[in-house]
């Protein structure tokens, strides 16, 4: 039992690592400013077929740009995504975007150091829940991931806020007609990502405490006797 608890306790702290890089990070929206004219310009020059260049397989129109990004994306993204189009950004000749960055800076770090220092949670659990003779220990560094994972959410917020408001603009930061095309952020939020890993970390603890629980009263008396807690 006891190598079955750290078998679990180990795999869903990997888990967290997992999901932090292929779960999608980011959810993000755009109305379509290209969909919209393309329509536009078909009813006015009467053509009925003009709904059906722009409809998707489910017969919809394509009137905004959804997309979930993964840090994967952002590692190695299509040519054709939003993802590329955040690494591609270069603001060096953008005076305009470099100052629209800066409102960003602390939210950004909050935020990354925030992550990183989740995972680094998820690593030390790793570590204590093969290793530690007391599991405990597990619990206090799981509580932790809970912790620091909840802090993401208004981290983020803070991040998307700009964009929401049209204090931050596409059009303003790419300084492209292209990519203005696109349209403006309609809703920036998290992607299931932090809330999986939240929940990850949640089912740590939750498996350590049934562990302990039910843990037979002769082999608590030997880890008391062993952690120099017995009576």
Same mark, same amino acid.
């Given at each position: 039992?006891?190598?079955? /608890?750290? *078998?679990?306790?180990?795999?869903? *702290?990997?888990?967290?690592? +997992?999901?932090?890089?292929?779960?999608? +990070?980011?959810?993000?929206?755009?109305?379509?400013?290209?969909?919209?004219? @393309?329509?536009?310009?078909?009813?006015? @020059?009467?053509?009925?077929?003009?709904?059906?260049?722009?409809?998707?397989?489910?017969?919809? @129109?394509?009137?905004?740009?959804?997309?979930?990004?993964?840090?994967?994306?952002?590692?190695?993204?299509?040519?054709?995504?939003?993802?590329?189009?955040?690494?591609?950004?270069?603001?060096?000749?953008?005076?305009?975007?470099?100052?629209?960055?800066?409102?960003?800076?602390?939210?950004?770090?909050?935020? *990354?150091? =925030?992550?990183?220092?989740?995972?680094?949670? !998820?690593?030390?659990?790793?570590?204590?829940?093969?290793? !530690?003779?007391?599991?405990?220990?597990?619990? /206090?560094?799981?509580?932790?991931?809970?912790? %620091?994972? /909840?802090? &993401?959410?208004?981290?983020?917020? !803070?991040?998307?806020?700009?964009?929401?408001?049209?204090?931050?603009?596409? !059009?303003?930061? =790419?300084?492209?007609?292209?990519?203005? &095309?696109?349209?403006?952020?309609?809703?920036?939020? %998290?992607?299931?990502?932090?809330?999986?890993?939240?929940? @990850?970390?949640?089912?740590?603890?939750?498996?350590?405490?049934? /562990?302990?629980?039910?843990?037979?009263?002769?082999?608590?008396?030997?880890?008391?006797?062993?952690?120099?807690?017995?009576?």
């Amino acid at each position: 039992m006891k190598i079955a /608890y750290k *078998a679990v306790a180990a795999i869903c *702290a990997f888990a967290v690592i +997992l999901v932090s890089v292929f779960v999608p +990070l980011v959810s993000v929206r755009m109305d379509s400013v290209a969909t919209s004219l @393309l329509l536009t310009i078909g009813q006015a @020059l009467g053509n009925e077929k003009a709904e059906e260049i722009i409809k998707n397989n489910n017969g919809e @129109l394509v009137a905004t740009i959804g997309e979930e990004i993964a840090i994967i994306d952002l590692i190695s993204p299509k040519s054709d995504s939003v993802a590329s189009v955040i690494r591609n950004l270069d603001t060096s000749k953008n005076s305009t975007a470099k100052e629209q960055l800066k409102t960003l800076l602390g939210a950004a770090l909050s935020f *990354a150091v =925030t992550f990183v220092l989740t995972l680094i949670c !998820a690593a030390v659990t790793i570590f204590i829940a093969i290793f !530690a003779k007391d599991n405990r220990k597990v619990i /206090y560094c799981a509580l932790s991931g809970v912790g %620091l994972s /909840y802090m &993401l959410i208004p981290s983020f917020k !803070a991040i998307s806020a700009p964009f929401l408001d049209g204090t931050i603009t596409l !059009a303003k930061l =790419t300084d492209s007609i292209l990519v203005s &095309l696109l349209g403006e952020i309609k809703n920036l939020e %998290l992607g299931t990502a932090v809330y999986a890993m939240l929940a @990850l970390f949640v089912v740590i603890i939750i498996w350590t405490v049934l /562990y302990n629980y039910t843990l037979p009263e002769d082999e608590k008396v030997q880890r008391k006797i062993m952690l120099g807690e017995a009576d």
